[in-house]
């Protein structure tokens, strides 16, 4: 990715006002369903009509998409409305179809990105191609093989590129259908700033009510644009029902959604937030050396466990401390959700050092 300023020259060219929005139902259904939701969406903010043709689905025997048909319904819908078009695809085939009707972006799915054969197939298959394509996150918080898909595609000589959140499965239950992790977005745009970055805030939820504060914390961490799934009658949609707006739904979201600014040259801006951040510094270095401190500690126990050769893990010290610091950072408005995963790190990383005194 040398060219990196290129990268953003797509969105550029698009001379939107507000973030970039994709809309449209999770899967083209019938004809009738593509073609009112897309009128339903024209004139509005939308600039890219998305319907998947081809629906990886979780488990077999559930609705598997219209397949190559609905690339028909997506071409009416650009003549129709003047929307541009976009959908997934998943495997040579698809891409060859896609390209063959026309359709203007192209994105790849998240169990897609998981696989570096089948992005290799779809970069070679989209090989020089000006059509712009989007890369899921994969379902795995992991940022190789992320960027190794952008990779991919970048060597195919593709350049209308950019990503797409979409949350992360975990095995714990969560309020989300697939947990944000802003943190790896974040790491992701400081290590290329000029790749756009869409957020997809009807997978990360799952459920249509969160979908507008989910937007909210994107736009606020500086993502490009929204791909929000749309249906005319959301809870009896094919796949996804919980988690589609409709048109009106949208175009209300889209009204009451804050842009902010990137920054801002005022000087007292500048001085303030400078000062905050220079506080914020010293609390991080702060943190660091108290952590560094009870890691010193935790080796300590972990030499006197050994000399009396007791176990590491002890199940009712460790549960009283979580109690204790759950009630301790409820009163400085510090959430339990945060309190509980940042006391887990900290537990794992004593456990640890632990091992490593009582094994090494
Ligand atoms: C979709 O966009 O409908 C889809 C299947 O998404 P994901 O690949 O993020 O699960
Ligand atoms: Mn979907």
Not at 152 to 166: E, M, P, Y
Not at 190 to 201: H, S
Not at 329 to 339: D, M, N, P
């Amino acid at each position: 990715m040398e060219n990196k300023k290129e990268l953003r020259t797509w969105l550029n060219d698009l001379n939107l006002s507000h973030p970039l929005v994709i809309a449209g139902p999770c899967s083209a259904e019938t004809e009738e369903q593509v073609l009112k939701i897309a009128n339903e969406l024209k004139d509005t903010d939308v600039s890219y009509f998305r319907a998947g043709i081809w629906k990886p689905r979780t488990r077999p025997g559930m609705f598997e998409g219209v397949g190559a048909l609905g690339l028909k319904w997506l071409q009416k819908v650009k003549t129709e409305t003047g929307m541009k078009t976009a959908t997934e695809v998943a495997n040579a085939a698809h891409v060859k179809l896609a390209l063959e009707h026309d359709i203007d972006l192209l994105w790849i799915g998240a169990r897609s990105t998981v696989s570096p054969f089948i992005v290799q197939e779809i970069a070679d298959a989209l090989h020089g191609t000006d059509k712009i394509v989007l890369v899921k996150n994969p379902v795995n918080p992991d940022l190789a093989l992320w960027l190794g898909a952008i990779e991919r595609l970048a060597t195919a000589d593709i350049k209308k590129l950019g990503v797409i959140h979409r949350g992360f499965s975990t095995y714990e239950k969560s309020k989300y259908r697939n947990n944000p992790e802003w943190q790896l977005a974040i790491e992701l745009q400081t290590k290329f700033p000029d790749l756009p970055i869409i957020n997809d805030p009807s997978h990360i939820t799952g459920k249509r009510d969160m979908i507008f504060d989910v937007s909210q914390t994107a736009l606020d961490l500086n993502f490009d644009g929204l791909m929000i799934e749309t249906h005319f009658d959301p809870d009896n949609a094919w796949s996804d029902a919980s988690q589609q707006v409709t048109p009106k739904t949208l175009i209300q979201i889209m009204k009451d959604l804050k842009i902010r600014k990137e920054t801002d040259p005022e000087a007292e801006y500048n001085s303030k937030l400078n000062n905050l951040r220079a506080q914020i510094d010293v609390v991080d270095n702060q943190i660091i050396d108290l952590l560094g401190k009870r890691m010193k500690a935790a080796d300590g126990i972990g030499a006197l466990k050994k000399q009396k050769n007791v176990a590491v893990l002890q199940s009712k010290r460790w549960n009283e401390i979580l109690g204790h610091m759950v009630l301790e950072g409820e009163s400085r408005g510090l959430s339990e959700e945060f309190i509980l995963k940042m006391f887990k790190a900290i537990h794992q990383e004593s456990i640890n050092h632990q091992e490593k005194i009582i094994n090494g």
